[in-house]
C-alpha cells in the first residue's frame, strides 16, 4: 500500500540538490517519518485519554506539531492556503522547528524517555532540504502514511528496510550499518532469547540485531503475531538495549525500532568503548548479546586503558566488552572477521585465551566470502555461553553452493541446516568439534580446518607434467601432418 509513496518520495529527492546519496536519502527521510510517527502517537494517546476521561498533555506543542506546520487540513482536506511551502517552508523547519525539537534533550527526565530521543535525534540532523516546494511534495506524501496498526508499522519496516540495506550497497559507510538479515535471524535462533530476558547490542548501527529480536519474540514462523499478553509491556520498556557511535546510524537504528513497534527505543548516543569494562557491575548486565561490531578501525590510546587487553582493532575490545557484558548464564552470538581465529599477535593470543576460559565457546559459524557486500574479508560467528569454560567447540562451515553477491545475496534457506544442526552439533562434512584439550596452549589458534573435507586431488609433479605437454605436442604435429597429407 505505501510502496507508490515511497517512490515518490524517492523520485522528489532525486530532484534536490541537498540530497547526494542513498545515506542522505535514508537520513532526511528518517526526520520527516519520525515526526510523523509522533504525530499519529500523540492522536492515539489523545484518544486514549479521552476514553478513560482523562487530560493529555502533548509532548510537542504551538505551531510545531505535525497538523500545524506540515499538514494543515480544513474539514479532512489539505489546506494549501495555510501550508507553508518555498523559502518560507525551509526557514520554518531550520530556524524554528529544529531548535525547538532538540530543546527536549535538556528537558527530558531521562534518557529512556521519548523526549529525550526527539531531542537526540534533532541534535544530531541537520535538514538538508534545499527547495521548499520539494520538501512540501515530501510531506504531503508521508502524510498519507500511517502508523495506526501492527500492519501498518511491519509495511512500513519493510520498506524502509529495503532503503537502509540499499544504503549498505551504497559504499563503505553505509555497509557499516547493516548486517545480512538472514545471517542475524540465524543468529537469534540460535541462542532463543525469551520475554523477560534483556537484549543488547553496544555496536547496534541500524538496529537490525534488536529489530529481528522483537520480530522473533512477537511473531510466529508463519508470520502471525504472537499472544504474548501482559509480556508487551516488558518488550517495550525493559528488553531492548543498544549504543551507537555515529550519529547518522543512531538516527536510524532508533527510526527503524519504531517503525518495527518500539515506541521509545532504549537506544543510547555514545561511544561504547569509552566505558572502562573494570567497572561493569552486575545491574549493567544483559541475558543476551547479538552483535556485529566494526572491525579495521584504530581506537585512541585513551581508549584502550579501558580494556586489560590493549589493542588498536576495535572489534577486539568490543568483544572484552561484550565478555563482561555478559550475564552469567547469557548468550552471545557476535560476527567478528575470521583472522581472529589465528592471529598469532599477543593481543589475538590472549584475547582467544580469556574467551575459551571466561565463557564456553561452543559454536563457530564459519561464513564465506561475500556474506557481507563490499567487505574485503571473511568472518565468523562465535556462540558462546558466559560461566563455565570451553569444553569443546562446534564448526560449521556454511557453504551456499554458489558466489554470493550483490545480485545473489544469502538467503534464509542458506542458513536452514545450520540453525537445525546447531541443536545437536553433529560431525558431518561441513561440520567438526575440535575439544578444548586438543589446542595449542601457546598459540590458542582456533581455525577453521575441516577434517572432513574431501582431499583435493594431489597435484601433478613437474616431470609428469612436461611428458603429458611433449604427448599432446607430438599429436598435434601427427594431426597437421595427416592434414597437410589431404592437401
Known sequence: MYENAFNKIERDLRAEEGIANELDYVEQTSWVLFLKYLHDLEAERADRAELEGKDYAPIITGPYQWYK???????????????????????????????????????????????????????????????????????????????????????????????????????????????????????????????????????????????????????????????????????????????????????????????????????????????????IQEKDRHDIILANPPFGGGERREVQQNFPIRTGETAYLFLQHFIRKLKAGGRASVVIKNTFLSNTDNASVALRKELLEAAELHTILDCPQGTFQGAGVKTVVLFFEKGAPTRDIWYYQLDPGRSLGKTNPLNDDDLAEFVELQRTRPNGPKSWIVNRADLDEDTYDLSVKNPNAPEAEALRSPEEIIADMLTRGAETAQILEDIRGML
Open 69 to 279: 506546520w506540515a499538514a494543515p487540513k480544513v474539514d479532512g482536506a489539505f489546506d494549501h492556503n495555510a501550508a507553508r511551502i518555498g523559502d518560507d517552508l525551509i526557514t520554518f523547519v531550520d530556524q524554528e522547528l529544529f531548535p525547538y525539537l532538540a530543546r527536549f534533550r535538556q528537558s527530558a527526565t531521562s534518557p529512556q524517555t521519548i523526549e529525550y530521543k526527539i531531542g537526540e535525534v534533532f541534535t544530531e540532523l541537520r535538514n538538508k532540504f534545499r527547495s521548499g516546494y520539494i520538501l512540501r511534495d515530501v510531506l504531503e506524501q508521508i502524510d498519507s502514511l500511517a502508523f495506526n496498526t501492527q500492519e501498518q508499522r511491519h509495511e512500513l519496516s519493510e520498506l524502509y528496510e529495503t532503503r537502509i540495506r540499499r544504503m549498505g550497497n551504497a559504499g563503505r559507510n553505509g555497509g557499516e550499518y547493516y548486517t545480512p538479515r538472514p545471517l542475524i535471524r540465524a543468529m537469534i535462533k540460535v541462542v532463543q532469547p525469551q520475554i523477560g530476558e534483556t537484549i543488547y547490542d553496544g555496536a547496534c548501527g541500524s538496529a537490525g540485531f534488536l529489530c529481528e529480536a522483537f520480530q522473533y519474540l512477537t511473531t510466529h514462523p508463519d508470520g502471525t503475531r504472537k499472544d504474548i499478553g501482559g509480556g508487551w509491556n516488558t518488550l517495550q520498556a525493559r528488553t531492548f538495549y543498544g549504543q551507537e557511535k555515529k550519529g547518522l546510524a543512531y538516527i536510524i537504528g532508533i527510526m527503524n525500532m519504531v517503525l518495527h513497534g518500539i515506541e521509545a527505543p532504549n537506544l543510547i548516543h555514545s561511544n561504547t568503548l569509552n566505558e572502562n569494562v573494570m567497572d
